[in-house]
């Protein structure tokens, strides 16, 4: 019952509409004035962030620093003409980044046209490497890994090699080892400079 006198007063209020309000008095549209725009700074033409020099690169004379101490080395006495020498990369011992690729080219080209040794070449070295098992960019570093891959090749001899110190001016140690017996029958040091 209730529902159908709320009804009822529900379609008599839509019916009758509701009460209308009386209009207010329009006003005028505001004028608008233009305003001129304040100009903006440019901003200082020299302001950009400078880019950092990047660090010199110090190139050590490898070759230079080389061919002393592998002269000295060519000085052994009891070494047969012709001994089969397998040379180690350079390893780096050093506090900083040198290029031991560089450096242990440099031994490669002290070392190609001397009477005393017969090299094993780069290809037969990496060919060496993967019967092993070991990475084609293994850099040989432990004395025990240069020794065991020289008995596989067959070589008499390693030439291992250490750079150690400050790697703007590292100390260069080359030791000539037997391959049979680990002896070190030969080492060596001089300093590297630019």
Not at 12 to 19: E, N, R, Y
Request: net charge neutral; with cysteine; proline share 9%.
């Amino acid at each position: 019952m209730m529902k159908k006198y709320l009804f009822i007063l529900l379609a008599t209020l839509v019916l009758t509409g509701c009460p209308t309000r009386t209009p207010e008095p329009q006003q005028p549209p505001a004028t608008v004035e233009p305003v001129t725009p304040v100009p903006t700074p440019a901003p200082p033409a020299s302001e950009s962030t400078p880019v950092p020099m990047p660090p010199k690169i110090h190139t050590l004379n490898w070759q230079a620093n080389v061919a002393p101490l592998v002269q000295q080395m060519l000085g052994v006495q009891g070494i047969a003409p012709g001994s089969v020498l397998l040379i180690n990369t350079v390893k780096n011992n050093t506090n900083g980044s040198v290029q031991t690729d560089k450096a242990t080219a440099a031994l490669y080209s002290a070392l190609a046209s001397n009477q005393r040794f017969t090299l094993i070449g780069q290809d037969k070295l990496v060919s060496a490497k993967q019967a092993l098992g070991l990475s084609v960019d293994d850099s040989l570093e432990s004395r025990s890994k240069a020794v065991g891959l020289a008995r596989y090749v067959n070589a008499q001899y390693v030439l291992y090699s250490d750079a150690s110190g400050d790697a703007k001016q590292p100390e260069l140690e080359l030791q000539l080892m037997l391959v049979q017996s680990g002896e070190i029958v030969w080492s060596g040091k001089g300093l590297v400079q630019e």
